[in-house]
């Protein structure tokens, strides 16, 4: 009878890191497309400021817009390949009336957007 593993555990982290890359990758672009969506748009500035970041919050702002989010969209797609294992996605919007918002302050989006695409997005991958 053969003692010990045949195949060394630690072959499998690779295998293992990669899955929880491509898992977290997911979430992170559900609800980075979902607070696109949910994003109230006059000038669409609100929307192009949804910034994906990893490993560090970002806290600049744009004055670039983006009504129909595409834009915004591929680049936090762009800023999750870079995506490495045990790694924190930060997804913000630094806008100084973005609070105001999530609070429920446009009739577009009463119930807010960050607070109820976490519930939602949440709910999709348990």
Same mark, same amino acid.
């Given at each position: 009878?053969? %003692?010990?593993?045949? @195949?060394?555990? #630690?072959?499998?982290?690779? $295998?293992?890191?990669?899955?929880?890359? $491509?898992? *977290?990758?997911? *979430?992170? &672009?559900?609800?980075?497309?979902?607070? +696109? #969506?949910?994003?109230?748009? !006059?000038?669409?500035?609100?929307?192009?400021?949804?910034?994906?970041?990893? /490993?560090?919050?970002?806290?600049? &702002?744009?004055? $670039? @817009? !983006? %009504?129909? /989010?595409?834009? =915004?969209?591929?680049?936090? +797609?762009?800023?999750? #390949?870079?995506?490495?294992?045990? =790694? @924190?996605?930060?997804?913000?919007?630094?806008?100084?009336?973005? $609070?105001?918002?999530?609070?429920?302050?446009?009739?577009?989006?009463?119930? /807010?957007?960050?607070?109820? &695409?976490? +519930? /939602? @997005? #949440?709910? !999709?991958?348990?």
């Amino acid at each position: 009878m053969a %003692k010990g593993w045949s @195949v060394p555990p #630690s072959l499998f982290m690779d $295998e293992v890191e990669g899955a929880l890359v $491509e898992r *977290i990758r997911a *979430i992170a &672009t559900a609800m980075h497309g979902e607070i +696109i #969506s949910r994003s109230p748009v !006059d000038t669409g500035r609100f929307r192009r400021n949804n910034i994906v970041s990893i /490993g560090a919050p970002v806290f600049s &702002t744009t004055l $670039e @817009v !983006d %009504k129909d /989010g595409a834009e =915004t969209r591929a680049e936090g +797609i762009a800023a999750l #390949s870079a995506l490495k294992p045990y =790694t @924190v996605v930060y997804i913000q919007n630094n806008l100084p009336y973005a $609070e105001r918002l999530e609070n429920g302050h446009s009739g577009q989006a009463p119930a /807010g957007i960050y607070g109820i &695409t976490f +519930i /939602g @997005v #949440s709910e !999709d991958f348990r």
